[in-house]
């Protein structure tokens, strides 16, 4: 059965283009294809991403976030009460308003005291800015590294210049070892996003960025052992081409750099939307989907690979709306930030607090446990 399952998922029909087989592309006279058992070595290399990850946020991220004076705001910490924290692990982060009078009666809290100690207990569980600059600052130097050497591994290759030599010879065309480095080093580190994602800073986009952390992983995949190799090189260095903008403007937004971080997101959007929403889908998408056809008859493989490079160019429209949106707002010179993130709730007023905590002054316990005193305006 599994042999069954193997040999079929393996056909050659599927992810070959007709009247050539797995036999093609064996090695000989010095030349190295790709095949999928290559990839074996990038889980353990995704590992080492995580460990090499840790130690970064510790010895080069923390520092620099110091330097660049990276302040935490204060937190209040919402004060324990058995009854609410039952409520917000089992019910929900946000009370409707019958629940908020329900609880205040089970809580012997007032209403604006329980809807205070939800607005804490939610910051509690937001990242810090630490945590984000950090985060940030892995995924700069990681884009920028990866857009260097990705350059360098296409630039000089006919195929740069030429979309229609992505296809000379397919797919009898040998690999070389910086363009195998070029893809082991690229799907780890996706393999190692997916890894970290549930521990990662959560924006609004959580489900879209696991979308496409899983069809880049496929996509990355299927184009070495199908040998789509050339156009996978050109595509990856074509993402990190505007990835490294995006985690730099992040960094000094969390450093308080806030023109800085105004102007770099501009140059962002700027390439996102000639990379994303130009090249690739009037060049590479255009290489991949017309030029194959000259050659060969549709295939599997052909209708997969283009699938799966649609699903990612719709994300990349989905993320193009809310950058133009961002940067609308950057040119206009309103206050925003990354618009995916989850803003941090403040305090009520200092009026509203102290209407709040006017009728408790004489009752020190509710519920058993204390009540603050909050007459004063800080942010949590």
């Given amino acids: 059965m599994l042999q069954t399952l193997y040999d079929y998922f393996w056909w050659e029909r599927l992810w070959l283009p007709v009247n050539l087989t797995w036999a093609d592309l064996e090695d000989r006279d010095g030349r190295v294809y790709a095949k999928a058992s290559d990839l074996y070595i990038t889980l353990p290399l995704a590992l080492l991403f995580l460990i090499v990850r840790y130690f970064f946020e510790i010895y080069v991220a923390t520092p620099l976030a110091a330097l660049l004076n990276v302040k935490e705001k204060t937190r209040l910490r919402a004060p324990p009460n058995a009854t609410l924290e039952h409520f917000y692990l089992s019910s929900g982060k946000q009370p409707k308003q019958a629940e908020v009078e329900l609880l205040s009666r089970q809580s012997g809290l007032s209403g604006r005291q329980v809807e205070r100690w939800f607005r804490r207990r939610r910051n509690q569980d937001r990242p810090s800015l630490l945590k984000k600059f950090r985060e940030a600052s892995w995924r700069f130097t ?5 857009f260097i050497a990705g350059m360098a591994v296409i630039v000089d290759k006919p195929w740069f210049y030429d979309m229609k030599k992505v296809w000379e010879g397919y797919p009898i065309q040998s690999t070389i070892p910086s363009q195998y480095w070029y893809y082991m080093i690229e ?12 521990s990662d800073v959560k924006r609004k986009d959580f489900k879209e960025q696991i979308i496409h952390h899983v069809a880049t992983i496929i996509l990355i995949s299927f184009s070495w052992f199908a040998n789509y190799i050339r156009a996978g090189t050109l595509i990856m260095a074509l993402h990190d081409s505007s990835d490294y903008l995006l985690e730099s403007a992040k960094m000094f937004n969390y450093a308080g750099w806030k023109n800085t971080c105004n102007n770099i997101f501009i140059v962002f959007a700027v390439v996102f939307i000639i990379t994303r929403l130009v090249i ?16 060969y008859p549709a295939f599997f493989g052909y209708y997969f ?5 649609g699903v990612l160019q719709l994300l990349h429209i989905f993320w193009a709306y809310l950058i133009l949106r961002m940067a609308y707002k950057f040119i206009t010179g309103k206050l925003v930030e990354d618009e995916r993130s989850d803003r941090e709730e403040t305090e009520s007023s200092e009026g509203e607090e102290a209407a709040a905590e006017g009728g408790a002054k004489s009752r020190p316990l509710a519920n058993g446990h204390p009540i603050l005193n909050n007459n004063h305006r800080k942010t949590d």
């Fill in 187 to 198: 799907l780890s580190f996706y393999w190692s996003l997916l890894f970290s994602i549930a």
């Fill in 280 to 295: 690739l889908p009037f060049w590479i998408l255009h290489c991949t989907l017309v030029y194959p056809l000259e050659l």
């Fill in 305 to 309: 690979f283009n699938s799966m490079m």
């Fill in 142 to 146: 990681f884009y920028l590294i990866a």
